[in-house]
């Protein structure tokens, strides 16, 4: 068994890392989150130095998996085309 950590992402908060977090606990991928903050009481420091999502080297992949196919579903419609999201847009007002 590998026992190597390995970061699957870096975010620019503590907050949306551990959203990460529990996003990849629901699909039972044990992760933890690390940040360069001083235990938290600088946490400017998560701008300049990132705020790291960390899983065991052979969750890696399914991690990686799993965020990415969250990103692409960040408007919460599911797997709806660009061609379904242009049906919400109004229509352009005429050029005088």
């Known amino acids: 068994m590998e026992h190597r950590l390995v970061p699957v992402r870096t975010y620019r908060s503590r907050l949306e890392a551990e959203l990460a977090q529990h ?4 699909v039972g991928i044990p992760s933890f989150v690390s940040a ?3 235990g ?3 946490p ?3 701008l300049t130095l990132g705020v790291r999502l960390i899983v065991r080297a052979m969750d890696g992949p ?3 998996r799993v965020l990415a196919d969250h990103d692409g ?3 919460g419609r599911g797997d709806q085309g660009e061609d379904d999201r242009d049906e919400d847009r109004p229509e352009p007002c005429p050029a005088e």
């Not at 996003?23 to 629901?26: A, G, I, N, P, V």
């Open 44 to 46: 400017p420091l998560q």
């Open 62 to 64: 399914k991690a990686r």
């Open 40 to 42: 938290g009481m600088r």
């Open 23 to 26: 996003l990849l606990e629901s």
């Open 36 to 38: 360069d903050d001083a």
């Open 73 to 75: 579903d960040q408007d």
